[in-house]
């Protein structure tokens, strides 16, 4: 059985900072995650991509988020991790963990970002 639990959302004031954390099970030997990101769901909207990082390193933003927020690993703890920077109330949303798993897909249960202006 495969879980991942996020942590880290909240409310923010517009151009504040949050990190958000997303740990896999313990249970999960690390070489097997190829890579992990993070999504995201506002209200009425699609779920869309916010940042990807491979077991490499090789990192992928979505362009609303380029220069502000940066994704990192690591792959000794099974956590990835999502810094975020200059926050705007459009990147108010729930944000999931996603892991690709031995060719599977995984995803958190979310946890809720909100940004004031």
């Known amino acids: 059985q495969v879980q991942l639990v996020e942590s880290g959302g909240g409310l923010v004031q517009a151009g504040g900072s949050l990190r958000l954390s997303c740990a896999a099970s313990?249970?999960?030997?690390?070489?097997?995650?190829?890579?992990m990101g993070w999504y995201r769901q506002a209200p009425g909207k699609q779920r869309e991509l916010v940042a990807t990082?491979?077991?490499?390193?090789?990192?992928t933003y979505a362009d609303s988020v380029k220069g502000r927020f940066t994704i990192s690993r690591d792959n000794a703890k099974n956590t990835v991790y999502l810094e975020m920077n200059s926050l705007k109330p459009e990147d108010t949303a729930v944000y999931y963990c996603?892991?690709?798993?031995?060719?599977?897909?995984?995803w958190g249960k979310g946890t809720l970002v909100t940004v004031s202006s």
């Open positions: 996603n892991a690709n798993i031995l060719h599977l897909f995984y």
């Open positions: 313990t249970s999960i030997m690390s070489f097997s995650i190829d890579a």
């Open positions: 990082i491979t077991s490499g390193g090789t990192t």
